[in-house]
T-cell receptor, first 114, second 117 residues
Framework: AQTVTQSQPEMSVQEAETVTLSCTYD???????LFWYKQPPSRQMILVIRQEAYKQQNATENRFSVNFQKAAKSFSLKISDSQLGDTAMYFCAFGSHGFQKLVFGTGTRLLVSP | GAGVSQSPSNKVTEKGKDVELRCDPI?????LYWYRQSLGQGLEFLIY????????KSGLPSDRFSAERTGGSVSTLTIQRTQQEDSAVYLCASSLSTSGGTQETQYFGPGTRLLVL
């Protein structure tokens, strides 16, 4: 069974700075997908970024980018130029190819302060 | 079109009562998923539908939990004889399909917060 580990329960960063959230996972599969979701106080889970395991190039989405290290089974999220609206819980998730469910980590609470 | 919607937004019930939670997926999405998020926890998979069929019910925590989907659209999660440990946020997600690629990306609704007194 797959597992996802987020070892940072809470992180703080000042506005305009850069922060990196860590995620590691365990799987014996070769073809899979990884996701970062953001959950603000409104509870809505919002997709931040997605990475296909077969792609060597790291995914980027505006201020958000990932460092995907397949051999190390690591998938960190970098947020550049942090904004107050980035304050939220961030969840790392794993999905097998043809997956029917996502396996989530326990989340990292990010606080962006002025 | 509109995103995934869930109702009610909040539900308070007494222990032993039955509750029904509703999910309206994004139009055209064939796959639908239910997850549970307990306080301070990540998301726990409950059940998944492809069309009206539920190939994977492995996450349902007990036989008090059931779900159905009709017309390949709306889904209802029913919890019978609710217990205090059922208190959680119940999240629904949908995806275009499960055939691979970006079609598998799951989009979530705002959730239903259930409190069992």
């Amino acid at each position: 069974a797959q597992t996802v580990t987020q070892s940072q329960p809470e992180m703080s960063v000042q506005e305009a700075e850069t922060v990196t959230l860590s995620c590691t996972y365990d799987t014996s599969e070769n073809n899979y997908y990884l996701f970062w979701y953001k959950q603000p106080p409104s509870r809505q889970m919002i997709l931040v970024i997605r990475q296909e395991a077969y792609k060597q190039q790291n995914a980027t989405e505006n201020r958000f980018s990932v460092n995907f290290q397949k051999a190390a089974k690591s998938f960190s999220l970098k947020i550049s130029d942090s904004q107050l609206g980035d304050t939220a819980m961030y969840f790392c998730a794993f999905g097998s190819h043809g997956f029917q469910k996502l396996v989530f980590g326990t989340g990292t609470r990010l606080l962006v302060s002025p | 079109g509109a995103g995934v919607s869930q109702s009610p937004s909040n539900k308070v019930t007494e222990k032993g009562k039955d509750v029904e939670l509703r999910c309206d997926p994004i139009s055209g999405h064939t796959a639908l998923y239910w997850y549970r998020q307990s306080l301070g926890q990540g998301l726990e998979f409950l059940i998944y539908f492809q069309g009206n069929s539920a190939p994977d019910k492995s996450g349902l925590p007990s036989d008090r939990f059931s779900a159905e989907r009709t017309g390949g659209s709306v889904s209802t999660l029913t919890i019978q004889r609710t217990q205090q440990e059922d208190s959680a946020v119940y999240l629904c997600a949908s995806s275009l399909s499960t055939s691979g690629g970006t079609q598998e990306t799951q989009y979530f609704g705002p959730g239903t917060r259930l409190l069992v007194l």
